[in-house]
């Protein structure tokens, strides 16, 4: 499986570390990474990692400008499309068919080749203009996941929190990374 990873300035980069260090484990997967600008810059703000160390983890990265890059193409063949975590910038730009950088480009070839896009917005509190642009693309199959925590599977860290919301976009893929966290009844003896 191929999937397009998207990581923009949202707060939150720590997730687009999370879900290639849980892709990188997975045989026959395969990640393009493309990385905005203020994604980079939240990485060293809001966490200990570079960006060399995303692009070790992921198989390929691609230059944020680089609209020639192969995942800008629908020829080019990929399974889908995740953008963790999606600014409301972002989620502007491809609710508006606005292509100018790969990332917005990628989603514009994810949608009109019919593939699976995955988007992970964050902001709050949310305005009427970033429920529309949901709205729109919700109506059109894309998933729109905001990292929400779910407390039924009792995290007690922050990273069982990541870990959950990671779990939970790549089911949408059924690529099935963790049992343990799973809602499985008010007996389950996993709680
Ligand atoms: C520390 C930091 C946190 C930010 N958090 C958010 C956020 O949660 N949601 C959002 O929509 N924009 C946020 N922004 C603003 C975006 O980074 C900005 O709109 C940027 O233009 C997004 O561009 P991109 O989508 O190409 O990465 C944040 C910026 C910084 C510096």
Not at 54 to 60: D, F, G
Not at 81 to 97: D, E, Q, V
């Amino acid at each position: 499986m191929d999937l397009v990873i998207g990581s923009t300035g949202a707060t939150g980069i720590i997730y687009t570390v999370r879900i290639l260090e849980k892709l990188k484990d997975i045989e026959n997967v395969n990640t393009h990474l493309i990385i905005s600008d203020w994604a980079a810059a939240n990485l060293s703000i809001e966490t200990p990692y570079d960006i060399d160390y995303l692009r070790r983890i992921a198989t390929y990265t691609y230059d944020y400008r680089d609209l020639s890059a192969k995942v800008a193409s629908g020829s080019f063949l990929v399974d889908g499309m995740i953008i963790l975590p999606c600014s409301m910038k972002t989620l502007s730009a491809i609710s508006n068919g606005y292509s100018d950088n790969l990332i917005a480009r990628a989603a514009d070839v994810t949608l009109k080749e019919g593939r699976k896009l995955v988007i992970c917005p964050r902001e709050t509190p949310l305005s009427p203009i970033h429920l529309e642009n949901m709205l729109k693309l919700s109506r059109l199959g894309v998933s729109i996941m905001p990292p929400m925590p779910g407390f039924y599977s009792n995290p007690k860290t922050l990273d069982d929190i990541i870990d959950h919301h990671v779990m939970r976009v790549l089911d949408q893929f059924r690529i099935n990374i963790c049992n343990e966290k799973r809602w499985g009844g008010i007996n389950n003896e996993n709680r």
